[in-house]
């Protein structure tokens, strides 16, 4: 509708609710409402950017748990204060519509890539009364307040909700609002052309997947992904969940010197010397652009980052405990300088430090002047986070920067803000372990196989009595994966959403080996006569048989 049609139905309908909101708004100012408002002035915000908006779509049915505020009334007012109330959550999704409509009016006369001053004053002059609706109900924000995702400056003054809320709901906004409205969900069952086809050199992987990667559009790599390797026939989710898995394990490889291991030996984080090998910002916007792909089509990674980098990756500030990753000792000299009282200890700490630069030692400030500035017992909290900082982020900012413009080709920087980087981690790399007990309790049987066929029971009895490292060998030769999404084996990706592993019988021959078609999570299990049979040929599949694809 014209810019005036709406403007006129947003008028009539903000009248109808007038009364409410104000009469909830004066009651909440009075001091019903729990949550503090802020009183930022429109006009103490100088500039009103937004990110581009990914549209606006309803959630699907959830359940939330909501909780009253109450707090101290002015006597008289109780019965007053909770009628106001009453009315404004019977009428919350009107109200929330409204506000939508006139957010929309207000971004048709305001410049692409703002959001409308106007609109932000509306926002901060209703905010307790906007608080008080969400905090009683807060799935009006995953209904209704889209238009957060749009203005940073709006979503900080709800942020502190959106993050109480549960994971798994937050998870959801997030992929309802990454993934375009227009999106066909029929696309991915589509043959793909042959020009839209990723033919990867298994031999080279990382080069030949970084040379294709980067020259295609990436709006189409977001639509479908289809991959081949060189020289093989299998094509599908299977194909691209392996693709996906060992080429995390390449950007890995300390050949290229794009990260390093930490401390504690499992984990990774940028390489400061990276720049050894002349084209690793390329490289590491193309790792970016990777982990990007990766989440935004639910893909899990073979790889963990230590938890400052997941911090870079959210624009969360590091702090002094993010150094034991890389030097524990260090950490430890940092938190002693906290502890104790440095002021007759003749340290003789200024604002710079020596650090490594290619193997010389190089004095660097971490201040303007710092090496003129002694660190005392009032300074000393400050010194302690520039020295977080100097050692966490600007040795490795290039990287850093690098590494974020491609991810956030694909990801905006405006939704993953959503998470911690604990979440992160599971969103990106899934669970660590294979439980056996969620593994078995989510597999399926079919042709004649049941929980009690001898067979099953030898196959259940075999991986129980496997190592970590073979349970994940059979999850990668069914999956195609080697990880475990969040929520576990049930919410394993199939070729067509959600499909949990299904075991199938096939007519034993001497010397068979099990088979798998990854697409579908299916294992195909030969009906062996014995348990020692079964571990025996199940244990030659898994060692020679978990990476590569052919026609069955």
Request: proline share 5%.
């Amino acid at each position: 509708a014209p810019c005036m049609d709406c403007k006129s139905e947003t008028l009539t309908d903000t009248s109808a609710n007038k009364q409410a909101v104000e009469a909830l708004g004066s009651d909440v100012r009075s001091g019903t409402d729990t949550q503090p408002s802020d009183r930022t002035s429109s006009h103490d915000i100088p500039g009103h950017h937004s990110t581009p908006g990914r549209g606006h779509r309803r959630s699907r049915s959830r359940t939330y748990s909501s909780s009253s505020s109450r707090g101290t009334s002015p006597p008289g007012s109780t019965s007053r204060s909770h009628s106001a109330q009453d009315v404004v959550v019977a009428c919350a999704d009107r109200v929330c519509a409204v506000i939508q409509a006139f957010y929309n009016c207000c971004t048709c006369h305001t410049p692409q890539g703002m959001t409308s001053p106007r609109f932000i004053e509306f926002v901060v002059r209703h905010d307790a009364v906007l608080k008080f609706l969400v905090t009683r109900n807060p799935k009006i924000i995953f209904d209704h307040f889209h238009f957060l995702l749009e203005c940073p400056e709006l979503m900080s003054r709800f942020m502190h909700i959106i993050k109480a809320q549960d994971f798994t709901a937050r998870r959801e906004w997030f992929y309802e609002n990454l993934h375009p409205q227009t999106a066909d969900p029929d696309l991915v069952h589509r043959p793909p052309s042959e020009d839209d086809v990723l033919l990867i050199n298994r031999d080279q992987v990382f080069d030949s997947s970084c040379k294709i990667v980067t020259k295609m559009n990436s709006e189409k790599l977001k639509e479908n992904i289809a991959v081949k390797f060189s020289g093989e026939e299998g094509m599908g989710q299977g194909v691209v969940r392996e693709w996906f898995d060992i080429l995390s394990k390449e950007i890995l490889n300390p050949d290229y010197a794009l990260f390093t291991m930490s401390a504690d030996g499992s984990t990774f984080q940028p390489n400061s010397n990276s720049a050894v090998n002349p084209d690793h910002l390329n490289y590491f916007r193309f790792a970016g652009g990777i982990m990007g792909l990766a989440l935004y089509h639910r893909q899990l990674l073979n790889v963990y980052f230590t938890r400052s980098f997941y911090k870079h990756i959210l624009g969360i500030p590091v702090n002094y405990h993010d150094v034991a990753s890389i030097d524990p000792e260090y950490a430890k000299n940092l938190q002693w300088i906290l502890d104790h009282d440095i002021s007759d200890l003749g340290l003789e700490l200024t604002f710079s430090v020596e650090t490594d630069v290619f193997g010389a030692m190089e004095e660097v400030e971490l201040k303007p002047g710092g090496k003129n500035i002694q660190v005392t017992e009032a300074n000393k909290a400050e010194y302690v986070q520039l020295v977080t900082e100097l050692r966490m982020t600007r040795a490795i900012q290039p990287q850093i920067n690098a590494f974020l413009q491609g991810f956030h080709n694909f990801i905006p920087c405006s939704l993953v803000q959503l998470f911690d980087e604990y979440e992160l981690e599971l969103m990106l790399s899934g669970l660590p372990e294979v439980d056996v007990e969620d593994f078995e309790r989510n597999t399926e049987y079919n042709s004649g196989y049941t929980a009690d066929s001898d067979v099953i029971k030898w196959f259940w009895q075999t991986v129980r009595d496997f190592p970590q490292q073979e349970r994940v060998l059979l999850l990668q030769f069914v999956t195609g994966s080697s990880r475990v999404p969040h929520g576990g084996f049930a919410f394993l990706p199939g070729g067509s959403g959600m499909q949990k592993i299904t075991i199938s019988p096939v007519t034993y021959t001497t010397n068979l080996l099990p088979t798998a078609s990854t697409c579908i999570n299916l294992l195909k299990l030969p009906e062996y006569r014995s348990k020692e049979e079964l571990r025996e040929r199940l244990r030659v599949a898994l060692q020679h048989g978990s990476l590569g694809y052919g026609m069955a």
